[in-house]
């Protein structure tokens, strides 16, 4: 109810209600005061008409001298009136109500002074003599001479002249406060639609200023509404694209950032951090503060400068590296963003490339030298058979930059992807036996025991008969190139989903600290000994990107002196 007082309805209504109250009551009190005020003239005019009607016979009666209170007693009764006859100087000659006799002067009355004066006299006052109110009407009496004989006086009371219209009234009265009642059902019925209607808009608004765009208003009620509910709905639908919109930006935008590998950050002028990506809270955790994070004071210099310059880049080492360093001013004199761009991966990347060119050139330069002594000195072999000795070394050499060469293509091409070697179901038995009887070869050549075991179901694995060749190659190659002595295993074990080769010797072991950079291209533990052996240290990277073509798994264990085992699994076709 409370609530209801407040509402644009209750103030429609309650402004409905005054006014048809007032208006109503305005009316009936003047239709009341019309409809008396022409009930008394009415009433004045018949009481005049009844005393012009008896003055004649008065004046008869009072010209012959005769007793009036008879006549007057008479007359009173049928006419409906009090008569009363005063004589000049105001001595009651008769009264049809009263006796006379004791009736004081009645020349001081209202009426009869107005009668002696204009003819007529018309009063309203309380009847001492009656004890009620009364309209009164007097006319003098005069003879024909002029003369004044005395004042006849008719007189009607007022009580039942009011009381005929009471009827009337309380009809009246009846009839407005029925109209006032249904104007007033009317006006709350019509104030608590408008209200509800306008509830309904403001929930649905209340709604979407908190956020629920989908809420729609109800096009319905009267046509200002519609329209105000048409707007509204619009107007939702157009924020809502634009939130998606903007959500759409917004995370696009943070998968870029979280996905670039440079370090992006905001931060307020007093390098409160506003915003940072991945890259940047991995690095350098979760601080508030810039100064916090990064603990270099080549920042705090940058960071001042950033607000005059608008632009700065500069090399900045941190505990964590070193990183070029790009400060934007974003919210002139207020935002500022940082770009740290790792410096060191850059180097690293550059040393890694001239690296592999010195190395690459290196190990093409030694072969072909060699081939161009032998050159050199073939023409002054002495006999066929030195030069024959010659051109077999010079064989040797060519072979292995061919080796070389081949063993790079083959690298880069890994390297570049995989659409280079299709995948196909490999029929890996075929590939075994192959590689084992090559193996077996070269280990009786060197004078060491091969063995070649087998376990489980051959199935076949999906991927490239070529690549599988190259990495037992490889393995195997690696195995009796550095066993001097004792015995080379090649084993096989299909189980579950998957496949494991094992290449094991009884050769000189990989150091502990060493055996994680084997897999590195071009790396060999002992130079030395691999150049003597034809090694260029390209076999176990070659190796790495095999495996990893086909997602298997690589495992190395080895002790320095007493051997190694190398482990490929493989997954299996499922
Ligand atoms: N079975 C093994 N026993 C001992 N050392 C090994 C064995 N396999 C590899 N190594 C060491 O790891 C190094 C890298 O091997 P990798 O096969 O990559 O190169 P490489 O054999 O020297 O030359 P390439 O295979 O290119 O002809 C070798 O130089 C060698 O020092
Ligand atoms: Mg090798």
């Known amino acids: 109810m409370r609530e209801w007082m407040g509402s644009l309805g209750a103030r429609i209504f309650l402004a409905f209600a005054l006014l048809i109250s007032m208006s109503l009551a305005i009316t009936y009190f003047n239709v009341v005061k019309d409809v008396e005020r022409f009930h008394l003239a009415h009433t004045e005019d018949s009481l005049t008409q009844k005393a012009r009607m008896l003055r004649p016979f008065i004046r008869q009666l009072l010209e012959e001298g005769k007793d009036l209170q008879p006549w007057v007693l008479a007359m009173g009764k049928p006419s409906g009136v009090r008569i009363t006859v005063i004589l000049p100087g105001g001595k009651v000659a008769?009264?049809?109500?009263?006796?006379?006799?004791?009736?004081?002067?009645h020349w001081s009355r209202p009426e009869v002074q107005m009668a002696l004066k204009r003819g007529l006299g018309m009063s309203q006052r309380y009847s001492t003599t009656l004890g009620r109110k009364l309209l009164y009407a007097a006319v003098p009496v005069k003879d024909m001479e002029g003369r004044l004989l005395g004042v006849l006086r008719v007189a009607?009371?007022?009580?039942?002249?009011?009381?005929?219209?009471?009827?009337?009234?309380?009809?009246?009265?009846?009839?407005?406060?029925?109209?006032?009642?249904?104007?007033?059902?009317l006006a709350l019925l019509f104030s608590r639609y408008?209200?509800?209607?306008?509830?309904?808009?403001?929930?649905?608004?209340?709604?979407?200023?908190?956020?629920?765009?989908?809420?729609?208003?109800?096009?319905?009620?009267?046509?200002?509404?519609?329209?105000?509910?048409?707007?509204?709905?619009?107007?939702a639908a157009s924020l809502?694209?634009?939130?998606?919109?903007?959500?759409?930006?917004?995370q696009k935008m943070n998968l870029l950032l979280s996905s670039m590998p440079d370090l992006v950050v905001v931060t307020d002028r007093k390098g409160t951090i506003l915003f940072a990506n991945q890259a940047f809270f991995r690095l350098f955790g979760k601080e508030e503060k810039l100064w916090r994070a990064l603990r270099t004071p080549r920042l705090a210099e940058l960071f001042t400068r950033v607000w005059e310059e608008k632009k700065v880049k500069e090399e900045v080492s941190t505990p964590r590296g070193t990183f070029e360093v790009t400060a934007i001013e974003m919210v002139p004199g207020k935002e500022a963003l940082l770009l740290f761009h790792d410096v060191e991966e850059r180097k690293r990347l550059e040393k890694m490339k001239t690296d592999f060119v010195a190395n690459v050139s290196h190990e093409l330069k030694t072969p072909l030298t060699v081939v161009k002594g032998y050159l050199e000195t073939l023409e002054m072999a002495k006999s066929p058979e030195e030069r024959e000795a010659f051109i077999k070394k010079m064989e040797k050499h060519i072979q292995r930059l061919i080796?070389?060469?081949?063993?790079?293509?083959?690298?880069?091409?890994?390297?570049?992807?995989?659409?280079?070697?299709?995948?196909?179901?490999?029929?890996?038995?075929?590939i075994l036996e192959k590689t084992a009887q090559w193996a077996e070869q070269a280990s009786r050549d060197k004078g060491l025991t091969f063995s070649f075991q087998k376990r489980g179901t051959p199935r076949p694995i999906i991927g490239s008969p070529y690549l599988l060749e190259?990495?037992?190659?490889?393995?195997?190659?690696?195995?009796?190139k550095y066993t001097p002595q004792g015995k080379v295993t090649l084993s096989v074990d299909y189980r579950g989903e998957e496949v494991s080769i094992n290449v094991e010797d009884t050769g000189i072991g990989i150091p502990h600290d060493k055996q994680d950079r084997v897999f590195e291209r071009f790396y060999r533990v002992d130079p030395s000994r691999s150049r003597e052996s034809g090694g260029t240290g390209l076999g176990l990277s070659i190796v790495k990107h095999i495996v990893g073509f086909h997602q298997g798994k690589l495992m190395l264990k080895s002790r320095e002196g007493e051997g190694t085992s190398i482990t490929v699994t493989i997954p299996l076709e499922s």
């Open 94 to 105: 008769a009264d049809s109500e009263h006796d006379p006799a004791t009736m004081e002067s």
């Open 194 to 235: 408008v209200s509800s209607q306008l509830k309904t808009v403001a929930d649905c608004t209340q709604a979407m200023a908190q956020g629920d765009l989908t809420t729609r208003v109800p096009e319905t009620g009267v046509r200002e509404l519609k329209i105000l509910a048409r707007s509204l709905n619009s107007m």
């Open 403 to 430: 080796s070389l060469v081949s063993d790079l293509l083959l690298l880069s091409s890994l390297e570049e992807g995989d659409t280079l070697y299709s995948r196909a179901p490999v029929d890996m038995e075929a």
């Open 156 to 185: 009607y009371p007022l009580a039942p002249v009011k009381e005929a219209l009471h009827p009337l009234f309380r009809r009246l009265l009846l009839e407005n406060l029925l109209l006032v009642l249904l104007a007033l059902s």
């Open 470 to 480: 190259q990495l037992l190659i490889n393995l195997l190659d690696n195995a009796i």
């Open 240 to 250: 809502q694209e634009l939130f998606k919109a903007r959500e759409d930006e917004r």
